[in-house]
């Protein structure tokens, strides 16, 4: 996440040039490793942590069923849940609906999760 000229500046988000896909999801990966590096460079240390391009796409396939995309730079499926997460599912709906938005309110934007 830091400017590959100019080493006294870094980016996250929608904003950067990473190829990845430009998600909430993936900021919430890159924010950590922007802090640690950051602090890094303050302290005049190497920066060493890397963000891995992991991204999230919920894509619903209709009212109640949804499926969780989760991948790197690579487009390798990066599941978090212990089942296939590319069969559009009521339990992956109601984890949009009801559990992301608790979770980016309460958890994400407190540096909590
Ligand atoms: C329809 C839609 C659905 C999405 N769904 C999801 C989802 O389900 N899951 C997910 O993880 N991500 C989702 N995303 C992506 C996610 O919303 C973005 O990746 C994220 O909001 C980007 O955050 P950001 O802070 O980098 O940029 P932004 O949220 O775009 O914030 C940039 C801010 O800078 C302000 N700004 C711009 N120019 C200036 C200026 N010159 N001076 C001062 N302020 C300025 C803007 O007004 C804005 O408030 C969705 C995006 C869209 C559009």
Request: charged share 20%; hydrophobic share 40%.
């Amino acid at each position: 996440m830091q400017h590959s000229r100019y080493s006294n500046v870094f980016a996250l988000g929608d904003c950067t040039n990473a190829p990845c896909s430009k998600t909430g999801a993936a900021i919430r990966k890159q924010a950590p490793v922007v802090v640690e590096n950051v602090l890094k460079v303050l302290a005049q240390q190497t920066p060493t942590a890397e963000y891995t391009g992991y991204s999230a796409c919920p894509i619903p396939t209709k009212y109640g069923k949804l499926m969780l995309a989760e991948f790197d730079y690579s487009n390798t499926p990066k599941m978090t849940f212990p089942f296939d997460q590319a069969k559009p599912r009521w339990t992956m709906w109601l984890l949009k609906k009801y559990i992301l938005p608790w979770l980016y309110w309460n958890r994400i934007l407190t540096g909590k999760a």
